[in-house]
Every structure is written in C-alpha cells, then in structure tokens.
C-alpha cells in the first residue's frame, strides 16, 4: 500500500515540473508510505513521477517504485496489492518473461507489454495505478473493480496531474485551492463528494471499475467492469440455499486467504458482529500464528449500550486471538480532532472516523501493518435494518412509484402535512415518498444524511440545490435497463455498490488506515463474491424479516449461536450524548456560530443556527447532523482558506 502522484505533459509545449514541485508533491503523501520514497523525472518524455511505499510485499529494495522495464520503455507507479499476482508471473514466465523482484509492481509492468490496456482486466486486488509507455507517449490509469483505492486527477494548461490524494496536487502551482460548492451541498446528503467530482474545483475522481488514457489526443475515461457484467446464476444456486450458502462460505475463505498475502505482521478488526466475527475465524484456520484482534469501545453509562467488547471478547477467546481495545470517550474527540481534519484532505463525513482513528492506531502501534476489515458484507447480504425499512417501503408503494410524476408530486404534497403530523415513523414514510418523487424510485442510499427539503433552509438560495436524485438516479436507471427484471434487494446492492461503497465506506478505511501507515483490505468485496450475491434473489438474503440469513447460514458453524442471531448494532458513534458534554458542545456551537461557511455565503447562518437550537434545546437529536456541519467548517478552514485547526 503507497501513495503514488504524478504529472504529464500530454498536450504542453515543456513540463511545467521541478524536482523540488515533485518532491512536496510525493512528500506530502509520506504517511500513505513511510518506508521508502522514489521520484522520476523526465522533461523530454514531459512526464513526473512520485511514490511513497508501505513495504508489504517484497520488503527488499527490488520493490523500489517508481518501477521500469529492463529498457526503460515503461514506468509504473503502483497503490494497492494484486491477489492475483503469484499465478500471473508464472504465467508469464512461462512465456519467457524473466523479473528481478517478487513485487506485484513489476508483474503489472509485463503484463501490460503482452496484453496492453486489457491487462488492467486480468488483475485481482486492489490498485490504482498510473503506467507510463514512453514508445507510445500515452498514460493508463486504472482504479480496481470495486473502488478499495482513490485515484485523483485534475488538468490544466496541457498538463494532467493524478494522485492518492487531493493534498498531492495543491502542491503544483497549476492546481488552484478552490471550492466546488456544489459539490461540498452533496456532502450534506452523501457524507462525501459523490464521484467523478470532489469538493475542489477542478479536482475530479476517477470511478471505481474505470480506466483512463492520456496522450496526445486527450483524457479519455472507459468502464472495465461493473457488477451487472457477470451473467446470472445458475439454476441451483438461485433455487438452494445449501447449495449458494456452500458458494458463499468457498468464495469467502478464499477471499480471506488471499487477504492475508504479505511478508509483515497483519491483523482483523473485531467488532463482534457476524462480519468481523466470520473474518476472525477464517483467518484462524489460514494461520499458524494466533490472529491479532483489535478493537474499539465507549466510556461512560450513556453511551454504553454501543459496545460490542463482550461479544468481541468471547469471540477472541475462542479462536485464541491476541486480542487488543481501546476505550474512547467525548475527550477521545477533542484529542483527535486538528490531526481528523488534517488527515481527511476531502471530506468524509461519518463520525465513525473518529473511533476508526484510535483503533487503526492501536492496530499501528502494535506493530500491525495490514488490517482484514468487513466492509462489504452488510451491502450484498442485507444487513442493515434501514434496507429492511427501504424493501417494504418500496413494496407497499410501488403504485407509487410507478405513477408519472406530476402525479407523485401532487399525493406527497397533499400528505406531507398529515404524515409529520402523526410522528417519528410516519415521516419516515414521508421521507420515502419525498424521494420517490423525482424519479420513481426510493432508495437513495443506506446513510443519506439530509434530504432535499432538510437542506433547503440551509444555503442562502435554495433555488440553487440540486436533487439528490441526480446522484442516484442514473444507477437506478442503468440497473433497470440492463437487469429489467432485478428484485429490490439487488436495486439496493447496486446503488451502493455505485456510490455509498467506493466514496463513502471506502474512502474511510483508506484515508484513516493509511493516515496510520495501516493497510486495510476487505475480502468481503472479492468481485466474484459481489457478482454472485448481487445475483442471488432476495428470499435467499432475507427470511422472514432476518437479515443476512444466507451469510448467517453460510457461517454458522464458526460462531455462537446467540451472537450469530443477535440484532445487528452496527458501528456508531455516540454523537448525540457526546455533543452534549461541556467542553465539546460548547466547541461545536462556537465553531458553528463563527463558521467561515456562512460568512462566505455557502450556508444559511440561521439554518445552522436552527440545526444548533433543536439539538441543544432536547428537541431533536440532531448529533450526525452536527457532526456534517462542524467538520465541513473545520474542514475549510484549513483545506480552502489555509488556517491552522487548532
């Protein structure tokens, strides 16, 4: 795991690049890769490359990055490991191709001299890359199937620039520190700026499953994969639980055997739940070592009701793991927060980041240098009880939705009024509706923050907001011309697996983990498991109202009964009690009071005012909400404006 960057002058009369530029540039991503660093400069090709390398593979200095051919032709720059790498080079081999290391580096740099741009296709794992052909003076780029890696990019002036980060970029003189406001109104909604853009202006991302060329001609960006490409399932396992369970568990040890490839130490984070629980498990019987556990619980009778350490510990116990914790509190918070802001260069909005710091270095700290983590799982099995709320909602309305719109707009405002009236749950039916009106369809999302109407009275022009619907309409779109016939569940799966996974879940293990020199890898997100489970119909994922039951069946015999079928807690952060300390409170309304946001006209100071009231008043726990608002303005303070966050 690294960090890479880069510049190319594709369409520019002289490299606008010093080595000096480069350097910051690949500096500024040192902590993505504190073992070793490389640049490579070249002004007649116009080209720059850098690297910061997290040794995990081939530890010796063979796996030194940037990384050529024997003759100089291609240079690669390389973020992420290839599971697949061990089979490949033999295959290669056996074509007469001879290495000088065992790096999974070099092996990509070969298969691109036999198969040229589908060699992106032949490779497992998680990546993103840039590869240089100097004959052909061309750039391919790629970010692996599911999104596990960031790859950022931006133009000007003939020169296009990639990086891990958006931190790399603000480095070169060419690429302005500027604000993408619509992009910044997403994050009220998604927690994270949806791809292609981020909240830079300028500063794009290339999509999980996608590849890009660079030469002469221009930036040209296709599709290598999407989930919808693997054909349907075959007969016995859509109609047998046994026999999709039996696929499941085959596909998931192999997943978890894979994950653990590396020549330094590795460990799991250990919730407790069914994910992280299966995860302990199958490493133990991959490992002839005990598994390092690790994991994260709260301090204080309130919030105790959030922790899962009991169950963690009992699973710890049984597979004999060395098992280590970390307790935080609202003071963990404030501890955390100048180095939170500084590592989310772009924003990622889940308080979850903050329990996710401590654990991820605890993991570090012990000597840990790759993490197995369970994301994933709960997006292609149904694990979420607001997916169970979404799946009937969208059962019970689907005359609803399929009324035209003019229609669905005239039943929501006449019963709008009546169903917030009622309470809680019949909002929340209000809220679906709401959403179904744009475009028919309900489910925007498994964590969407705030709706159009929450965040009308926060920007000073509300005639300026855009739906979330355009964010998510064109999956639902895409899914119901390719897959006419899919079942809800899988309208579930691939919404997220288009936008939540990559941009939200994803980026947050990435940037947290690596802020820590701490890989993450995920076997949950295997693409043959994501293929299959998108597949298989919703009776199999759902029995009568439980969750996850095919995962649940194909693990059964690893864990305890009652933790098995316990109701899923998930992996909050107590934002609520915790906004409601002295020290932290008092910080969140100051900040938010004084907030650079709206004094620059990007927000409506008495919305957020009106957001403060309600939850400090006992009205309405407005935590998560707080939370958004109070990191953004942290956020551009220092990210947009340049101010140190004390």
């Not at 940037?66 to 290839?82: F, H, K, Q, R, Y």
């Not at 199937?145 to 958006?166: D, M, N, Q, T, W």
């Not at 922790?307 to 404030?334: C, K, M, Q, W």
């Not at 119901?480 to 079942?487: E, T």
């Amino acid at each position: 795991m690294c960090g890479i960057t880069g510049v190319f002058a594709y369409a520019a009369g002289s490299l606008r690049l010093d080595a000096a530029t480069l350097d910051r540039m690949t500096d500024s991503l040192a902590h993505r890769g504190p073992d070793d660093r490389g640049t490579h400069l070249d002004p007649a090709l116009g080209l720059g490359l850098g690297h910061r390398r997290l040794s995990i593979i081939d530890l010796s200095p063979a796996g030194h990055q940037p990384m050529a051919t024997a003759d100089g032709s291609l240079w690669i720059v390389l973020n992420g490991e290839i599971y697949n790498h061990v089979s490949l080079r033999e295959e290669l081999r056996r074509r007469g191709v001879s290495f000088r290391s065992r790096s999974d580096t070099e092996v990509i740099l070969h298969l691109y001299a036999q198969h040229g741009d589908a060699a992106v296709e032949r490779l497992e794992g998680m990546f993103a890359f840039a590869l240089f052909d100097a004959r052909r003076r061309r750039l391919l780029l790629a970010r692996d199937r599911i999104g596990v890696k960031p790859l950022i990019y931006a133009e000007a002036e003939g020169h296009f620039f990639f990086a891990s980060e958006p931190r790399a970029l603000l480095q070169h003189p060419l690429v302005p520190r500027t604000l993408d406001r619509r992009s910044l109104l997403r994050c009220l909604s998604f927690l994270s700026a949806p791809a292609p853009e981020t909240v830079f202006e300028g500063i794009r991302k290339l999509p999980a499953g996608h590849r890009m060329l660079v030469d002469r001609a221009g930036v040209r960006i296709e599709r290598f994969w999407d989930a919808l490409d693997a054909p349907p399932v075959a007969d016995e396992l859509a109609r047998d639980d046994p026999v999709a369970a039996s696929e499941v568990r085959r596909i998931l040890q192999e997943s978890v055997r894979a994950r653990m490839m590396s020549d330094v130490p590795f460990g799991v984070f250990l919730s407790g739940g069914v994910d992280s629980s299966a995860n302990v498990a199958l490493m133990a019987a991959c490992s002839d070592r005990p598994v390092e556990t690790f994991t994260v619980g709260y301090d204080g009778a309130k919030v105790g009701h959030l922790n899962e350490l009991e169950h963690a510990r009992r699973i710890a116990e049984r597979y004999g793991t060395n098992h280590h914790e970390v307790i935080i509190d609202h003071g963990s918070v404030l501890r955390c927060l100048p180095e939170l802001v500084e590592c989310l260069d772009e924003p990622v909005l889940d308080p979850v980041c903050v329990p996710l710091l401590y654990v991820s270095r605890l993991a570090r700290e012990s000597g840990i240098r790759v993490i197995q983590v369970g994301e994933g799982s709960d997006e292609l099995f149904l694990g979420y009880d607001t997916y169970m709320q979404a799946l009937r909602m969208m059962a019970n309305l689907r005359w609803f939705t399929r009324a035209p719109r003019g229609m669905r707009s005239a039943i929501h405002r006449a019963v709008s009024p009546l169903l917030r009236a009622v309470g809680h749950r019949a909002s929340d039916w209000d809220r679906v509706l709401a959403r179904g009106v744009p475009g028919g369809q309900m489910f925007w999302g498994g964590a969407v923050q705030m709706d159009d109407r929450d965040k009308r009275s926060l920007v000073p022009d509300p005639s300026s907001l855009e739906s979330g619907w355009s964010i998510v309409g064109p999956f639902h779109d895409e899914l119901s011309k390719r897959w006419p016939a899919a079942d809800d569940a899988a309208r579930i799966t691939y919404v997220e697996l288009r936008e939540r996974l990559p941009e939200l879940l994803l980026m947050r293990i990435d940037k947290i983990l690596m802020w820590t020199s701490v890989e993450g890898r995920e076997p949950f997100l295997e693409y043959r498991l994501v293929e299959l489970a998108l597949r298989l119909p919703q009776a199999m994922k759902l029995r009568g109202g439980e969750t996850k039951a095919l995962l649940k069946r194909a693990v059964a015999d690893l864990l305890p009964e009652d933790l098995l079928y316990r109701r899923k807690l998930g992996f909050p952060a107590p934002m609520d009690e915790w906004f409601h300390t002295k020290k932290l409170g008092s910080l969140v309304r100051e900040t938010l009071r004084t907030s650079p946001l709206v004094r620059d006209g990007i927000l409506s100071g008495p919305g957020v005012q009106a957001i403060v009231d309600e939850h400090f008043s006992g009205r309405k726990g407005r935590g998560r909400w707080l939370w958004t608002l109070f990191m953004l303005s942290l956020w551009y303070r220092r990210w947009i404006l340049g101010e140190h966050v004390p």
